[in-house]
Structure formats: structure tokens, C-alpha cells
């Protein structure tokens, strides 16, 4: 039975780009899209890389073109913009997943570790959110999704630089939700807690370190991308049409205690 009242999850005919689309968390959103049904394109600092998450999407029967975009650098991320619009003729979702965590006490951590965290998880974010977002102002339509964590809600110890620049994000999308909303485009973020990936997959594989983790997850294990990827597709699909400003926490209900 049909109804006015249930709202679609599939992504037909959008045109989604994704940065850090080639592993791990981003290669497993860049597979989720498109299973959904969006035509998707990936974009990674190396363009083989891409390519290659591109093709395994083809190959399963999905859509996807690779591009280049290194989100460091400003004239990469508009020719990597340029070249999706002229592949594509538009970009109507912004998955903005690109992001680097290394983690250090704070009496140790140094310019270099601070620049580089704000460089690729705040800086780049906002840069590359803003040169999707002039075509899709000019559309009138658009979404973007960012890459939070649990870890910009509350305070983690050997965080410190990874910590400010998601809550950094956060900020980000609450403005850009205000500015932006009223256009069309609407803004919103995702804070994962630790989530089970080829990265984390040495820390997490440790039983006294899993141990610690868990222990902070009221539902008793971590994340899994297959949940990152849920609240990814209900953000971009129609579902999703009301949310603007928020910043949905995936962390099993560490940041509720």
C-alpha cells in the first residue's frame, strides 16, 4: 500500500560527490549511495584510487565516475567541483567525509599535528562545501553531509587537535544551515562513534583497548559503516527533507551519559 505519508530512502538520478570516497568509511558510504541509487561520484587525492572504488561500483551495477580532489588544496577542490558538474551537469549532495585523525597528549602535540588537522577535517570541509554550494544555490536545491564525531560532543583524552576541529564542523554546519536553508541547500552532520574500519582496525583489534571502547557504548560494541552509511542515505534522500542544522550522533549512547 502507497501513502502520501511514506517517505522514499532511494536516490535515484542524484548526482552525489564524496571526498575521501576511496576506503574505508568513505569507500563503504560511496557503495551505500549508490546501492541506493545515486549516481555517485568519488573523489580522492589520487585519481586511481578512485577510479578503482568507480569501477567496483560499475561492476556490482551501480553508477560512479572518479575524480580528483584533494581537499589541502583549494584549486584542486574547485577543479575536482568543475570536473563532477561537467560530468554530471550538477552535484545535488555534498557527502563531505574526507577527514585524518592522529591523536597525541596535549602537552605534545605540535604546530605541524594542529595545522594539519584543521587543514583536511575544518579548512578543506568548508572550502569544499562552499564550491558545491554556489551550483547549488544557482539549482536552488542541494544537501550537504559532514563528516563529524562523537569526539566534537565530548572530551576524549589525546584529542585535543582532532576534538577542535570536529567541533569546528559543528559550528560550520549550524551557520552554513542558517545561511544556506533559506536557499535550498540544506546542511547537516553525522558524529560517528569508533567505528570498525582497515584504519581502526589495529587499536580496535586489541582486547584491552576494544575493552575500554565498549565500555563507554551503552549498546555494547562499536559502530559498523553499514551504520555511518544508514544515516548518510537518510540525510540525502527525501526522508531527510526537514533536517537542517543538525548534527546526528551514530555512538550507541556514549555522548548520553
Request: with cysteine; net charge negative.
Amino acid at each position: 500500500m502507497e501513502s502520501a505519508h511514506l517517505p522514499s530512502l532511494r536516490l535515484e538520478g542524484q548526482v552525489i560527490l564524496v571526498t575521501g570516497g576511496s576506503r574505508g568509511i568513505g569507500e563503504g558510504l560511496c557503495e551505500a549511495l549508490a546501492a541506493a541509487g545515486a549516481i555517485v561520484a568519488v573523489t580522492a587525492r589520487r585519481l586511481g584510487d578512485a577510479e578503482a572504488v568507480a569501477a567496483s561500483i560499475s561492476a556490482a551495477g551501480g553508477s560512479a565516475t572518479a575524480h580528483p580532489l584533494d581537499v589541502v588544496d583549494l584549486a584542486s577542490i574547485r577543479g575536482g567541483v568543475d570536473g563532477v558538474i561537467a560530468a554530471h551537469g550538477r552535484i545535488d549532495v555534498l557527502v563531505a567525509n574526507a577527514g585524518i585523525g592522529e591523536n597525541a597528549p596535549a602537552l605534545e602535540v605540535t604546530e605541524g599535528h594542529w595545522d594539519s588537522m584543521m587543514d583536511v577535517n575544518l579548512k578543506g570541509l568548508f572550502f569544499t562545501a562552499q564550491a558545491c554550494a554556489h551550483h547549488m544555490v544557482a539549482a536552488g536545491r542541494g544537501r550537504v553531509i559532514a563528516m563529524s564525531s562523537q569526539a566534537s560532543l565530548v572530551g576524549i583524552r589525546d584529542h585535543v587537535a582532532y576534538s577542535s576541529s570536529k567541533g569546528g564542523v559543528n559550528q560550520m554546519v549550524r551557520v552554513l544551515a542558517l545561511e544556506w536553508g533559506p536557499l535550498g541547500v540544506n546542511v547537516n552532520a553525522v558524529a560517528p562513534t569508533f567505528i570498525y574500519t582497515p584504519g581502526t582496525a589495529e587499536r580496535l583489534d586489541d582486547p584491552d583497548f576494544l575493552a575500554s571502547v565498549v565500555d563507554r557504548i551503552p549498546v555494547g560494541h562499536v559502530g559498523q559503516i553499514k551504520d555511518v552509511a544508514g544515516a548518510v542515505v537518510y540525510l540525502a534522500s527525501e526522508a531527510g527533507a526537514m533536517v537542517n542544522g543538525s548534527i546526528l550522533t551514530l555512538d550507541g549512547g556514549w555522548t548520553a551519559q
